[in-house]
């Protein structure tokens, strides 16, 4: 089986991912939130669709500024179903519009999305499943495994001996910082 290490470099759309992005501690909320939406959006897809779309997506969902998505009512709603630019699934829609609500009473409550990423740390596998489901629209075992691994929170973007694996782990994510 390929792994995304033997895959990406090179490539023009995953390897920029793959050397600077993906496994990598991430602190600010609207990156966090980016990453939501684009794993959300992958389900059913392939990740280089989205990653073709980013630019896309960042212009659709205005920088993935979070309380201005929170407030989207029908009128941008329908903008975003009718943007060719993205992926327009009203499902992924909705749950992105509803999610970004659910950030800021996170974002109330503790602060940001990442102290409550930091608050659950570390669970494993399952139990960030549990938890998202619980919390988010359209998060299922996919999406959050590979949010979390693409944030630092859980294991497993890259193999040992990835080049890119020595860097991330000097910039000490969460998975890999003694509890």
Known sequence: ?????????????????????YGFPVDDDATLFERLVLEINQAGLSWLTVLK?????????????I???????????SRLLADAGIIRNRLKVDAVIHNAGVVQALQAEHG????????????D????????????????????????????YLPGAHRDDCPVQAR???ASPPWARPD
């Open 1 to 21: 089986m390929s792994h995304y290490c033997d895959l990406a470099p090179g490539h023009p759309f995953h390897g920029p991912y793959h050397d600077h992005e």
């Open 125 to 152: 596998h399952a139990a960030w499943v549990r938890l998202f489901r619980r919390t988010f629209r359209f998060t299922g075992p996919e999406i959050v495994g590979e949010l979390l691994m693409s944030t630092g």
């Open 53 to 65: 779309k980013r630019e896309a997506f960042r212009a659709a969902f205005e920088g993935f500024d």
């Open 168 to 170: 991330i782990l000097a």
């Open 67 to 77: 309380d201005r998505i929170a407030g989207y009512g029908d009128a941008e709603r």
């Open 112 to 123: 940001s999305l990442r102290a409550w990423l930091d608050h659950h740390h570390p669970l």
